[in-house]
């Protein structure tokens, strides 16, 4: 289908607007081959048993980074320690830039917190010879910071082990013994490793806005490397969907690939092993699902015609993320919920505390326990 404004077709436009502007532009849906809506991914504890607010009041959503080493206290790169309100890790990363002096690029961090929550997160500045500005002087009434130390190495993203949350959901409503009982399962069982839904942008609109990409519409870097994500995410989302209405998300499979817990690392299986069946039901290793992109599935039999069928459902998706190449990698389709504690502090106030490895969610908790008004 051509797509034509003002007479004239839409990419042409599209590359005269960006011209005259510099700004983003994507081809409408109308244009695309395929378009996707972000589903409801199926529940693994029955569905949500209350409804509540979160994120009414900075300090509803609390979060502290568990970076998993201590600064060396020597080299040349100054690790912050830093308390945010209300602002991103980009902005953050951006103003520590203009005060110190440096690039962009000369700014670590290891993972990007939430605007709309209290966070506390390290970040790295270069400073090769170089003495530390007053770091008291970049605070301001949104940003603290908290330690100031010397390292070897800069921060890279993905070196955080985990994260520790402190949630409040306000003006909570429903079946508390059934809210309890599904935190008790929560506790023993883990949780699917589902994407949050932040992860896709308004309504799902950056999965739409990766297939423009993979169609021709030109982005900056910062937006590419977010939508390429995006795509990556949904299939991981499809793939542990089917497994979590299978019932099997946390079973091993034939031919699962099963990750170590809180690792990367992976490996595959070639036959039912009840060892290694042993070692998955005694929470040590994980059943893996793919984040999609160049390379071998690294699966077979059961699980790999799991993962082949959502290949054949997004077609577009898996053929962008070919040409760009992405490169394949894999993610647990299931995650532990350490230190997980609740309470109903007041008839309809419920607060949680929970430590979640690093990339895991902890909206992907919430949606098991309550729907948001």
Same mark, same amino acid.
């Given at each position: 289908?051509?797509?034509f404004?003002?007479?004239i ?16 532009? %994507? ?5 695309? $081959?395929?378009? %996707? ?7 693994a504890?029955g569905? *949500? ?19 998993? @080493? ?14 945010k ?5 980009e ?46 002087? @970049? ?13 070897n ?14 949630? $409040? %959901? ?19 069982q ?9 992860? @896709? ?6 999965? &739409? ?7 021709g519409?030109? %982005? ?13 995410? @949904? ?8 497994r ?18 809180r ?5 595959k ?9 042993a ?52 993610? *647990? ?7 997980? &504690? ?5 008839? &309809? ?5 929970f ?15 309550? $729907?948001?008004?």
């Amino acid at each position: 289908m051509r797509c034509f404004i003002f007479g004239i077709e839409w990419f042409e436009f599209l590359n005269l607007y960006r011209k005259l502007t510099d700004l983003e532009v %994507v081809p409408p849906q109308d244009c695309m $081959t395929q378009t %996707v809506q972000l589903p409801d991914w199926p529940f693994a504890y029955g569905g *949500p048993s209350g409804q509540g607010k979160i994120r009414s009041y900075p300090d509803d959503f609390i979060v502290h980074e568990q970076l998993g @080493f201590e600064p060396s206290g020597s080299g040349e790169h100054v690790f912050l320690y830093i308390e945010k309100t209300g602002e991103n890790t980009e902005y953050v990363a951006r103003a520590l830039a203009r005060f110190a002096e440096v690039r962009q690029r000369d700014i670590g961090y290891a993972g990007l917190k939430d605007r709309h929550a209290r966070t506390r997160q390290w970040f790295s500045v270069w400073l090769p010879g170089k003495s530390d500005p007053n770091w008291q002087e @970049f605070e301001t009434d949104d940003i603290k910071v908290l330690s100031a130390e010397r390292h070897n190495k800069k921060l890279k993203r993905g070196v955080l082990v985990g994260n520790d949350f402190n949630l $409040t %959901v306000r003006e909570w409503n429903g079946d508390k013994d059934q809210t309890i009982a599904i935190f008790e399962a929560i506790k023993e069982q883990g949780l699917p490793n589902y994407f949050g839904e932040q992860r @896709f942008g308004f309504q799902g609109q950056n999965i &739409n806005q990766a297939l423009a990409l993979f169609q021709g519409a030109k %982005v900056k870097r910062q937006q590419r490397s977010l939508y390429l994500s995006a795509a990556r995410s @949904f299939l991981f989302n499809e793939v542990l969907a089917e497994r979590v209405k299978q019932k099997n998300w946390n079973q091993y499979l034939a031919g699962d690939a099963l990750m170590f817990d809180r690792s990367r690392s992976y490996f595959k299986t070639e036959t039912m092993d009840q060892e290694l069946r042993a070692r998955v039901n005694d929470y040590n290793v994980h059943p893996s699902g793919m984040l999609y992109g160049f390379g071998q599935l690294d699966v077979k039999d059961e699980a790999h015609s799991i993962e082949q069928a959502v290949c054949k459902k997004y077609p577009k998706l898996v053929e962008g993320l070919i040409k760009a190449k992405v490169e394949l990698a894999r993610r *647990p389709l299931r995650i532990m919920v350490e230190n997980l &504690n609740w309470q109903f502090a007041e008839p &309809n106030c419920l607060t949680l505390a929970f430590s979640l490895p690093a990339g895991s969610y902890a909206t992907t908790l919430l949606r098991e326990i309550i $729907t948001q008004d």
